[in-house]
């Protein structure tokens, strides 16, 4: 598994926090950064008319990159691996007709940190999927917790309202 990917990946995991900027030029993926007054979140989006109305609505997100725009499969792939742990939240959303999903899903499945990413999608990465509306409701409600120093986002589940917390 590991065999495919660069040697800055396993640089990131022994010795050193790239940040998303990082991750994205060693990957080759062009991100837009919407500044530091915003929230850690990275949204990976499939079309741009979802990306920028994602990012005006939820504030929590910072850095975001339309994979439409994207050609290179393996810097998809090795981009959402250099950015495990680097973004809370990442949220992967498009309907992925343009992007074939084959590199998402293979990035997202490698993941130590698989609890941080929430989808909107046709497709099934094996992560909470969620509408639109559930997606913007939730980033919107995301706050940190200074209990536990980590980020929650609030899930809503059937009429009722909880924290979803690192485990």
């Known amino acids: ?13 022994e010795t050193v926090q790239l940040g998303v900027p990082q991750c994205a030029r060693i990957a080759g993926v062009p991100i837009f950064d919407y500044g530091p007054d915003r929230g850690q979140g ?7 008319g979802l990306m920028l109305s994602l990012m ?35 949220v992967v959303a498009g309907w992925w007709t343009v992007t074939k999903p084959g590199a998402i899903a293979r990035g997202l499945s490698a993941l130590r940190h698989r609890w941080r990413v929430v989808t909107h999608s046709n497709r099934d990465f094996g ?10 409701w939730c980033l919107q409600g995301w706050t940190p917790r200074p209990d536990l120093q980590t980020p929650t986002l609030r899930v809503r589940c059937a009429s009722s309202v909880s924290d979803l917390a690192a485990p």
């Open 56 to 90: 005006d609505q939820c504030r929590s997100l910072r850095w975001c990159v339309d994979y439409d725009l994207v050609a290179d499969e393996r810097a998809k792939e090795w981009f959402l691996r250099l950015v495990d742990g680097e973004a809370w939240p990442l």
């Open 1 to 13: 598994m590991t065999e495919n990917l660069p040697p800055s990946v396993f640089v990131r995991h």
């Open 42 to 48: 990275l949204l990976v989006a499939g079309g741009t």
């Open 127 to 136: 992560m909470p999927n969620l509408t639109l509306d559930e997606l913007i």
